[in-house]
């Protein structure tokens, strides 16, 4: 092998090494979900991204075609999770997330809401469905086909999850993949 080459091959390697740190550091330390306060004044004051505040609401079609507003489960605790089919984390996060709901669901008064970044995908509708196929989900799937609640959750990283109280509004938000005993965790702290 050239020098450029082995070159590349270190960098790939310290990077890989830096998300697995990242990620495996997220998962450790699961911080407290600040109590919500509901003290603004107006709507305007209380909407956003921060713990305590509601976050936008959305309507999209899922992928068995029903529609999905996010406050529709208002009075439910939620997890709300941006995903795609080719992000990594994402793929290993599922199995834990479809084990979690099928064990939680009714004892948590939980919901997965697991919004797809359709624009993002690159086998487009049918490799959505070979992966929801493929990890037997069972939660709404809604399609975000044109980024737009992509870009207004301003969602960077996947995958991305925002955990929300029973009242809409925002408990934590977590940007890693998560196991089911860290997901139990961040839904048990949720009123």
Known sequence: MNK??????????IIGAMVVLTVKSNLEKAE???????TGDSLAETTG?????IP????LTTLSGDVVKLSDYKGKKVILNF??????????EMPHMENYYKKNKESDNVEIVAVNLTKQER?????????????GLNFPIPLDEDGRVMDAYAVIGIPTSYFINTDGTIGQKVVAAMDEKTLKEYVDKLN
């Open 123 to 135: 086998k487009g509708m049918d490799g959505i469905e070979k992966f929801v196929d493929a990890f």
């Open 83 to 92: 995903w795609a089919s080719w992000c990594g984390p994402c793929k290993a």
């Open 49 to 53: 991204f921060k713990p305590g505040n």
């Open 32 to 38: 407290p979900i600040p109590q919500s306060t509901g």
């Open 56 to 59: 936008p609401d959305f309507e």
């Open 4 to 13: 450029k080459t082995v070159g590349i091959l270190i960098t790939a390697l």
